[in-house]
């Protein structure tokens, strides 16, 4: 039984855990500028090697700048002395550019009078993984935001079916990706997977399974730290319907203060019984 003592005792700590947790959020809340009048719609991008990213950034506040005039931008990089993109008096000032950028970004200037500030990097590299600030100041209001860019190499599985196996093909991956096969109710099943890496690091994944059935329904899913590519196909006989789609993992702080003070909490509790 527990004493009025240990009882106080753990409802302090548990006000005291919630406090903590509340803080914690207001602390997320703010490095990912949803407390700034500047917000990404994606703070943890990742971006596909040799693609095109689009890092967000904008301003959300109740009056927009109406003047292109009137809003300034700058894009930093955490390390990098020159800006990634500077925009000032209604135009581009990138003289003082870093050379990793030079000919591989732009803004939106129609988007611009609407207060978003979202950048174009072209062909990304792995050199271009880091912290970018996006900075906003105009008329309407201003602030900044921060995000982290990774990279990633991923690409959309292709299934065939070859006396009695199924096998599945990725072109592109990095990092290594593992390989998981499961049946229609999501049993997993034994593959046999082979990896072929190329000159820059990238790797082929080839994947078979057998023996498969005509007109069962597999899962497939290839995944490292970053993404995820999720695939059905379908054995149809001669062919295979497929469909294939990505998730992207993008550790959350909330989850885990949340997850915190519940545990935090339960412990407690059962401390007390
Ligand atoms: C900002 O502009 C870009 C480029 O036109 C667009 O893709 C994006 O959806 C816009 N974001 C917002 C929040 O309006
Ligand atoms: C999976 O297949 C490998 C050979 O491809 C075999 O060595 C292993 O025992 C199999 N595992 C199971 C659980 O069937
Ligand atoms: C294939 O069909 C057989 C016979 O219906 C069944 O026992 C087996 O579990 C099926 N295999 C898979 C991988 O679905
Ligand atoms: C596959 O990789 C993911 C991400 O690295 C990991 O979470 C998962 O446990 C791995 N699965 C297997 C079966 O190795």
């Known amino acids: 039984m527990a004493t009025v003592g240990q009882i106080i005792f753990c409802s302090m700590i548990i006000?005291?855990?919630?406090?903590?947790?509340?803080?914690i959020l207001l602390?997320?809340?703010?490095?990912?500028?949803?407390?700034?009048?500047?917000?990404?719609?994606?703070?943890?991008?990742?971006?596909?090697?040799?693609d095109?990213?689009?890092?967000?950034?904008?301003?959300?506040?109740?009056?927009?700048?109406?003047?292109?005039?009137?809003?300034?931008?700058?894009?930093?990089?955490?390390?990098?002395?020159?800006?990634?993109?500077?925009?000032?008096?209604?135009?581009?000032?990138?003289?003082?550019?870093?050379?990793?950028?030079k000919g591989r970004t732009q803004l939106f200037p129609d988007a611009l009078v609407a207060g978003n500030a979202s950048l174009l990097l072209r062909s990304v590299g792995?050199?271009?993984?880091?912290?970018?600030?996006?900075?906003i100041s105009s008329s309407g209001g201003g602030g900044k935001v921060k995000?982290?860019?990774?990279?990633?190499?991923?690409?959309?599985?292709?299934?065939?079916f070859t006396s009695g196996a199924l096998t599945a093909e990725a072109p592109r991956w990095f990092p290594k990706?593992?390989?998981?096969?499961?049946?229609?109710?999501?049993n997993v099943l034994n593959g046999s997977t082979s990896f072929a890496e190329n000159s820059v690091g990238i790797f082929r994944v080839v994947s078979t399974l057998q023996p498969v059935n005509v007109s069962e329904t597999y899962g497939c899913r290839i995944e490292n730290d970053l993404v995820a590519a999720v695939s059905k196909a379908?054995?149809?006989?001669?062919?295979?319907?497929?469909?294939?789609?990505?998730?992207?993992?993008?550790?959350?702080?909330?989850?885990?203060?949340?997850?915190?003070?519940?545990?935090?909490?339960v412990l407690c509790i059962y401390y007390l019984t």
């Open 147 to 160: 995000m982290h860019l990774k990279t990633a190499a991923f690409s959309a599985t292709t299934f065939k």
């Open 27 to 50: 602390l997320a809340l703010s490095f990912t500028g949803q407390l700034s009048e500047v917000m990404s719609s994606n703070v943890a991008p990742t971006a596909n090697l040799g």
């Open 126 to 135: 792995r050199g271009d993984e880091g912290d970018y600030t996006c900075t």
């Open 234 to 265: 379908t054995v149809t006989g001669p062919g295979v319907t497929e469909n294939t789609y990505f998730t992207f993992s993008a550790a959350s702080s909330l989850m885990t203060s949340t997850h915190l003070s519940i545990t935090t909490s």
């Open 52 to 101: 095109d990213e689009l890092l967000s950034c904008y301003l959300n506040a109740q009056t927009q700048p109406a003047r292109v005039t009137d809003v300034s931008v700058t894009w930093q990089k955490t390390g990098l002395t020159g800006p990634v993109y500077l925009y000032e008096d209604g135009a581009p000032s990138l003289g003082d550019q870093d050379p990793q950028f």
């Open 15 to 23: 006000l005291i855990v919630i406090f903590g947790a509340a803080i």
């Open 177 to 186: 990706p593992n390989v998981t096969w499961s049946d229609f109710n999501g």
